[in-house]
């Protein structure tokens, strides 16, 4: 008798779903870094922050080709653009806020710390030297009394 019972026979749902399962595993196998993934988005979860969501996902692959990327998010009443430029092996992210002003702008990089800066009065900031790996860029908006942060999707340089 092999997994699948005999002709005719009724599987178990459980049969089922353990067949579904190897399928799946063999197919389309969890990234080999996922749990990193979700310890690096989880080691947010003490701050009270606000989810930013994708607004455009075009041009992804050429931030991994090499090129530039230009990714829009956001979150009620912030919009937050950025242009990505790989340079060498790591990569310079220009942005910008809308509604402007001068926000501290924070990127996170999964095993390379944080690295910050404050938007100008138009509200474009730079990052340089930005290393590969799963990144987050958060946004403090406020002052230290009444902080708010956003913080967006995590990107794969």
Known sequence: MNDLGTPGEAFS???ILAGIGRFLDELD?????LVQRVQFALALEDLDVEVAR????DNLAGVRGGGTGTITFTVSDLTVMINLTKI???????????????????VRVAE???????????????????????????????DVSCRRTVVTPTVVL
């Open 13 to 15: 749902d459980e049969l």
């Open 29 to 33: 196998p969890p990234p080999g870094d």
């Open 54 to 57: 994708w607004e455009r996902l």
């Open 88 to 106: 060498g092996k790591l990569h310079r992210i220009d942005g910008w806020l809308v509604p402007a002003g001068q926000y501290g702008v924070e």
């Open 112 to 142: 390379h710390g944080t690295s910050s800066t404050t938007a100008d009065e138009g509200g474009r900031f730079v990052l340089d030297n930005v290393p590969r790996g799963t990144t987050q860029i958060l946004v403090h908006l406020g």
